[in-house]
């Protein structure tokens, strides 16, 4: 047996954007074991339940992510409305469905600019931002915020979307899927992308399933787990099928994300030519007395909103349980037996976002 | 369309027993979530099998011991080291124990605290 030495990636890394600890146990330059440390920059988001009142808290839940921040805000406020029993409007659900999609997808694209960077193929980095660029448009048309964007609310949203600037997403989303085709053809065909992604990182489906992950790290093994499939919000009155490979690799993991682009676009396509019309809020007094895990389908997979009231203003708990925390264990068992100079790559297939973990 | 959910009370003593019964029913743990109510420390352990839940949940109070279940699910060694590092529980035998050094937090056990809007010093309210 060679000599192990220990090799500290992170928490500050030019592939990570946040900040995640790996202690890399290396024997030459294979990784035989990966320890991880997480927290450095833990904000205590869920105490502030104690201090907010649970209608204005919807704020906060949105801002345990910058990017799937619509999703966090969905999840938080359909478990209070369960909780509560609010019947909320169906035009209320079809435009939160369709604006959690353009959040996976301007996270996708998000994560594609940022991977493809990693290895250094600028053109495809350079061109998933300037797509996304058009989703964060459209997002800020319709919602006023790019990233934030405040519309949620207990019983509906605060917004509603007329139809003629529906008509209009319809007409940009098919220019967007045709240059996404495009410029996804280059990414999954490329010979150098494959040469890099196949067989490197692979998780079984069982250990992918038994360690506990989610998305498109567990659908990427072959685990067909979608919160979507459920059906909150509008996901039981439209068709959809979640995208799943089995190779299990770091190639399936962005494989996955790639092709639930367009998944998303034919949901959103769905969503707007069977709007339902009507209000898209409603009032309600009281306060949550009950307890409910809250589920919903982030970007990066699965996210639990657990929420406790006393029949109070105040609620009291709010546990949330996020894609990337949960995808720790897996990432952990992929790095071994990976080189070195891969590891990178590999940590960047889980798309990790430390900024929901810290919440 | 949301799930009907139910959280079935446990003791601690049958945690490991129920862990092992659900692995071998062919369930994922979703989720260990922990809440302070006073004085007492509420653990929810949830399990999911075809997109249903399973929720068991154990009462404990500052010091009891917490059979650890990572000898069954691996992975539930984030959620120990969170329920000890954020507040203060005493899960013992975890496969990979940071002994309060997973989560790095200024201050020691935040979450085993409650304040109120009265306690708040925060400037802006």
Not at chain 1, 30 to 46: N, Q
Not at chain 1, 63 to 75: D, E, L, M, V
Not at chain 2, 64 to 86: A, K, Q, T
Request: charged share 25%; with cysteine; proline share 5%.
């Amino acid at each position: 047996m060679s000599k192990q030495i220990i090799i500290p990636f992170g928490p500050q890394h030019p592939v990570l954007p946040e900040p995640i600890h790996l202690d890399l146990v290396l024997e030459d330059e294979k990784v035989v074991d990966a320890i991880p440390t997480i927290g450095y920059v833990h904000r205590g988001l869920e105490k502030l339940v104690e201090k907010r009142e649970f209608p204005e808290y919807v704020f906060i839940a949105e801002r345990i992510c910058g990017i799937c921040s619509f999703i966090h805000s969905q999840a938080y406020v359909q478990g209070i409305e369960q909780i509560m029993g609010l019947e909320v409007p169906e035009r209320a659900q079809f435009l939160r469905t369709i604006w959690g999609e353009y959040s996976r997808m301007h996270s996708h694209l998000l994560w594609l600019g940022l991977f493809a960077d990693s290895m250094g193929f600028e053109s495809v980095f350079m061109n998933a931002w300037r797509l996304r660029e058009h989703l964060l448009d459209d997002m800020e048309a319709t919602t006023g915020g790019r990233v934030i964007q405040g519309v949620c609310k207990v019983g509906g949203v605060r917004k509603d979307i007329s139809p003629e600037k529906l008509d209009e997403m319809l007409k940009g989303l098919r220019t967007l899927e045709h240059e996404l085709r495009d410029l996804l053809n280059v990414f999954l065909y490329d010979s150098s992308i494959k040469y890099r992604l196949k067989g490197l990182g692979k998780l079984s489906s069982e250990d992918a399933y038994y360690l506990g992950a989610v998305g498109p790290t567990a659908r990427g093994s072959g685990i067909d787990i979608d919160m979507r499939s459920t059906g909150y919000g509008a996901f039981d009155r439209i068709n959809f099928k979640p995208v799943v490979e089995h190779d299990g690799d770091c190639y399936a993991r962005c494989a996955v994300r790639a092709k639930e682009l367009f998944t998303s676009i034919d949901i959103i396509d769905q969503c707007i030519r069977k709007m339902p019309d009507g209000p898209v809020d409603m009032k309600f007094t009281g306060a949550p007395d009950g307890e409910y895990f809250s589920r919903a389908e982030q970007p990066r997979g699965e996210v639990v909103h657990y929420i406790k009231g006393n029949g109070k203003r105040n609620i009291l708990r709010h546990r949330v349980r996020t894609p990337t925390f949960t995808n720790i264990p897996p990432l952990v068992t992929l790095l071994k037996g990976v080189e070195l100079a891969d590891v990178p790559v590999v940590v960047l297939t889980i798309d990790p976002c430390i900024g929901c973990s810290e919440r | 369309m949301m799930e009907p959910q139910t959280i079935v009370p446990i003791s601690v003593g049958e945690v490991v027993q129920k862990a092992e019964q659900e692995k071998k029913d062919g369930c994922r743990l979703v989720l260990m979530s922990c809440t302070k109510i006073d004085d007492i420390f509420e653990v929810i352990y949830s399990y999911e099998k075809d997109l249903r839940l399973k929720n068991y949940r154990i009462t404990v109070k500052q010091g009891d011991e917490i059979p650890s279940i990572s000898g069954i699910y691996w992975g539930s060694f984030v959620y120990e080291n969170e329920m000890n590092d954020l507040f203060g529980l005493n899960v013992t035998g975890i496969n990979i124990d940071f002994k309060g050094h997973f989560f790095q937090t200024s201050v020691k056990h935040p979450f085993s605290v409650t304040i109120t809007k009265e306690d708040d010093a925060c400037q802006n309210r």
